[in-house]
């Protein structure tokens, strides 16, 4: 039998994250179930994400602009993509694990100097704020 790939923890870790937030959801003695519910299925789409990148074999961490040879840290780990830039358009520019760079149409992005700061959050879509009114 084949060796499961690296990836596959972090898709059962997924699959946990997603089924406490539905248990979470349907408790009725819970008090902020929404609140459980909306953290814990933000966490499983996150880890989904970050096992589709390990297996594609993309880097996802954050690289420090001053020294592109030093990762950003935050708490002593390094710094990896937020599921909203991760997801939106295939996520900030990256490089893959061998130090190529691949397409953002295969799913992937590239490294290059247009990056998305990782301090800088990024823009909401043109539809929030607007209110969709009946007449």
């Known amino acids: 039998m084949a060796r ?3 990836h596959w923890p972090m898709v059962e870790a ?6 406490l937030a539905v ?3 349907n408790d009725p003695a819970e008090v902020r179930a929404f609140e459980g519910f909306v953290v814990h299925m933000h966490l499983a789409w996150l880890y989904l994400l970050h096992a589709e990148f ?8 954050y690289w ?3 020294n592109p040879r030093l990762l950003e840290k935050v708490d002593g780990e390094p710094k990896r993509y937020e599921l909203a ?6 996520g900030p520019t990256t490089r893959t694990r061998s130090g190529r760079t691949s ?3 295969s799913g992937s992005a590239t490294r290059s100097s247009t990056a998305t700061p ?3 959050k990024p823009s909401p879509p043109s539809s929030v704020g607007k209110h969709n009114r009946c007449s």
């Open 4 to 6: 499961p790939g690296k």
């Open 14 to 19: 997924s699959r946990d994250e997603a089924s």
């Open 23 to 25: 248990r979470l959801y």
């Open 54 to 61: 390990t297996r594609d074999k993309v880097d996802y961490r």
């Open 64 to 66: 420090r602009r001053d």
């Open 85 to 90: 830039s991760a997801s939106a358009s295939g």
């Open 103 to 105: 397409s953002s149409s």
């Open 118 to 120: 990782s301090n800088s």
